[in-house]
């Protein structure tokens, strides 16, 4: 199985700061990766599929990119509605895993 | 609009079986793979199940295979998760996802349920 490892698990940042999630695959996956947003209680929330492609009625401050093995996930302007945990997905293959999650606060 | 509803879930001991459904509308249910993938209380997600539109493969995660059974009626719209001999372990929210193909198991999710939560315990 792939395994997903992100960093850092956690991280606390002023509203307004940029903030970026890092993602690492133990293969190589082209761009056969997803992030999700999820709230306490509620289910993930598709952001980025394709390593990069933002979903529909996700705000432009989501950005994602890489490529292979490193990816990364940004909010330019971090906003109190961002605070959540985020997960990365590989689906190059099967099973399809994720990372353990990183939780954003806002200080 | 994409609705997934789970049902099912409660509390068992460890040993013992419950059945999860999932009731699916507003897409054509029998063109698309789904999956089942849970969260253990304060942890991550895990990927359990899928099963292809067919319903002539599924495939299963190495922690469930051979206690675990997924199955579809593709005429009731219905997704179905057994779960026998659970343990401790196995206590989660489980969320049923609908798949983006008709064969793969592997993709990204776009559609979840709001999950129904398994609880193992004595």
């Known amino acids: 199985d792939i395994q997903m490892t992100q960093s850092p698990s956690s991280l606390s940042a002023s509203e307004g700061d940029r903030v970026s999630i890092t993602c690492r695959a133990s293969?190589?996956?082209?761009?056969?990766l997803a992030w999700y947003q999820q709230k306490p209680g509620k289910a993930p929330k598709l952001l980025i599929s394709g390593a990069s492609t933002l979903q529909s009625g996700v705000p432009s401050r989501f950005s994602g990119g890489g490529s292979g093995t490193d990816f990364t996930l940004t909010i330019t302007s971090l906003q109190p509605e961002d605070v959540a945990t985020y997960y990365c997905q590989q689906y190059n293959s099967g099973p399809p895993t994720f990372g353990q999650g990183t939780k954003v606060e806002i200080k | 609009e994409v609705q997934l509803l789970e049902s099912g879930g409660g509390l068992v001991q460890p040993g013992g079986s419950l059945r999860l459904s999932c009731a699916a509308s507003?897409?054509?249910?029998?063109?698309?793979?789904m999956s089942w993938v849970r969260q253990a209380p304060g942890k991550g997600l895990e990927w359990v199940s899928a099963i292809t539109a067919s319903g002539g493969s599924a495939f299963y995660a190495d922690s469930v295979k051979g206690r675990f059974t997924i199955s579809r009626d593709n005429p009731k719209n219905t997704l179905s998760l057994q779960m026998n001999s659970l343990r401790d372990d196995d206590t989660a929210v489980y969320f049923c996802?609908?798949?983006?193909?008709?064969?793969?198991?592997?993709?990204?999710?776009?559609?979840w349920g709001q999950g129904t939560l398994v609880t193992a315990s004595s």
């Open positions: 507003g897409f054509t249910f029998s063109s698309f793979a």
């Open positions: 293969q190589g996956i082209s761009n056969f």
């Open positions: 996802a609908k798949g983006l193909y008709s064969s793969s198991y592997y993709y990204y999710i776009q559609h």
